[in-house]
């Protein structure tokens, strides 16, 4: 574990670097140092009434949120209790400008954190928003190791909205199987896919609607008592909504609230009103409501699953009134909304298309791209085993990290052939079925110039299965890009960059590609590390559906001996 002091002149140094990327925005005398201590252990919880073990910190799921203030340093002192399972935790959407070693990404950034030890997880939170933090290691972020984090601008320093108070909202889709018969499912031959989730859970509760198929199913569990948000008649609230979902594609809703979207992954949204917000998993958005409605009952927070044929019934909270006659935890007086038609994706496009960037903080992306990788997803098979593919490779985590495989200059610790940059677009049919679905596996990677700027165009298809595409959140680590455009059908690389937003495109790190389509995203390959970037659908990463980039490596400060230790740096560091 990094000792006090080292600790301390790291989070100092760690803190001017920020500066030195945020200007003026950054107030070294304000930035503090915020120490948290987690032991990570299996616990028996009834999150949705079902008594069932999960990945706990400090005997909670959801975790502890994490406040701070921009240009803060987070200091996470991590105690694996799990005792036959290792563990990382990825903090989502915080860039790690500076250290790469502190992602979080098993195999990737580090070695796990092996049964038993400590590993100490310390950065600067370089921009204030709502993020989120999970485990990135095997499928263990669907056992319940999650959390959010809300990163405050400075005091003194305006926002482009106003607003009272805030609430946090983390979603969440839940299994009653274990994530360790979840993998063996999808690693077995024929492969057993792991379902539709039996919940949905808000802020880590839920109801089980079949309670009395379970045992185990006891609806006074305090565990699963129905979230509560109170608010007081007339006051303006932040909702800070997070998806940490290992499948769905979920539809929030406030019950006669009109919610303005005016945040998106910690970048300010031009304005909107929307009755209902479409959230993929790994997105997370602020919207501003006003309590204006009658205060003498209670409203349903609801989430619904879209863009896959439902088989979970509604998440649900409850928002109430203080003052008000009913009772904060009284059932509403009406069913619960049941959102949009999970097959409209037209209409789901429309949310993506809207979200652009506020008109008082726009950031220009460059005119043009010094590279463009173009990646086709497809499901394909590999040795009779179903696997997900990007020009019909399939990604698979090296033993060793790359990020002290490439430092080090360790030869042989994964394939230094990258896989392709583009595929046979103009004779693909993205709306049929694939003629020759095998496909090979490799981790290699694509090496990026540093400070290079970089067009990723994601490219759905129709999967083994006639007419049926997919929803797909690509997560960036590292960065945030620009979304540069949507769209239907084949992407036309002669065609289609003519249509980008180049004006003002909203900034993300996690995007979706919707059914049957295309998105544009461009960003600057100016963080030296490696990077991953995956589909945020856990089953899906864990079938190979994500690559890895590398930049600037050499630019990389020393490396922590902690994230060292297994593949060819085993027996020592």
């Known amino acids: 574990m990094i000792g006090g002091d080292r600790r301390s002149m790291l989070g100092a140094e760690l803190a001017l670097l920020c500066c030195l990327f945020l200007g003026s925005l950054c107030t070294l005398a304000s930035a503090a140092t915020r120490h948290h201590m987690w032991e990570i252990s299996y616990q028996f919880t009834s999150p949705d009434c079902v008594r069932k073990l999960a990945v706990t910190i400090n005997g909670q799921t959801p975790g502890p949120t994490i406040k701070a203030v921009q240009g803060d340093t987070i200091v996470v002192v ?52 709502t993020y989120m933090y999970h485990a990135h290691y095997g499928m263990q972020r669907s056992a319940g190791l999650n959390g959010m984090i809300v990163v405050e601008v400075p005091p003194g320093q305006p926002e482009p909205f106003a607003y009272e108070r805030d609430h946090t909202v983390l979603l969440n889709d839940w299994w009653h199987k274990s994530t360790y018969e979840q993998a063996a499912g999808l690693a077995s031959v024929p492969m057993v896919w792991v379902g539709e989730p039996q919940s949905l859970l808000i802020n880590g509760r839920g109801r089980f609607v079949n309670c009395s198929s379970e045992a185990s199913c006891n609806v006074t569990h305090p565990d699963c008592s129905p979230p509560e948000f109170p608010v007081v008649p007339g006051k303006t609230y932040r909702f800070r909504i997070a998806s940490v979902t290992s499948l769905s594609a979920l539809n929030f809703e406030i019950e006669g609230h009109e919610m303005t979207v005016v945040e998106a992954d910690g970048h300010y949204v031009k304005p909107f009103v929307v009755k209902n917000l479409n959230i993929y998993s790994g997105e997370t958005y602020s919207v501003l409501i006003t309590a204006n409605q009658d205060p003498n009952r209670n409203y349903w927070l609801a989430s619904n699953v879209v863009s896959r044929r439902p088989g979970t019934p509604t998440g649900t909270a409850v928002l109430s009134y203080y003052g008000g006659r009913s009772s904060p935890r009284a059932r509403p007086p009406t069913s619960p909304p049941a959102g949009p038609a999970w097959n409209d994706t037209a209409y789901r496009v429309r949310q993506s298309l809207a979200t652009v960037a506020h008109p008082a903080h726009v950031v220009a992306p460059p005119a043009r791209s010094d590279r463009t990788i173009l990646l086709l997803n497809t499901q394909n098979k590999i040795d009779g085993r179903m696997k997900w593919a990007l020009n019909n490779v399939s990604f698979a985590l090296p033993h060793t990290p790359y990020l002290v495989a490439m430092k080090r200059g360790l030869l042989g610790a994964y394939d230094e052939r990258p896989p392709p940059e583009t595929y046979d677009h103009a004779g693909y049919d993205v709306f049929s ?18 400070s290079s700027v970089v067009d990723v165009v994601l490219q759905n298809a129709n999967m083994l299965t006639a007419n049926s595409s997919e929803t797909h959140p690509w997560h960036l680590h590292g960065h945030d890009f620009w979304v540069l455009g949507y769209g239907a059908g084949r992407f036309d690389p002669a065609v289609h960059p003519a249509t980008y937003n180049l004006k003002d495109p909203i900034m993300k790190n996690t995007v979706a590609v919707h059914p049957f389509g295309w998105t544009a995203l461009r960003f600057r390959a100016d963080n030296p590390g490696v990077w991953a970037f995956h589909c945020h659908i856990e089953a899906h990463f864990f079938m190979g559906m994500g690559v890895v980039f590398e930049e600037g490596v050499e630019r990389v400060g020393e490396l922590p001996p902690e994230i060292m230790g297994c593949g060819k740096t085993r027996g020592g560091h």
């Not at 105690?79 to 790690?96: C, F, P």
Request: glycine share 10%; aromatic share 10%.
């Open 78 to 129: 991590v105690k694996n209790s799990l005792m036959t399972e290792n563990v990382a935790i990825h903090w989502h959407g915080i860039r790690q400008i500076g250290t790469p070693w502190a992602d979080g990404t098993e195999g990737v950034t580090q070695c796990p954190i092996l049964p038993g030890d400590t590993f100490t997880y310390t950065f600067v939170v370089d921009r204030p928003g």
């Open 433 to 450: 079925v694939q003629k020759n679905p095998n496909a090979t596996t490799s981790d290699g990677l694509y090496r990026l110039q540093f």
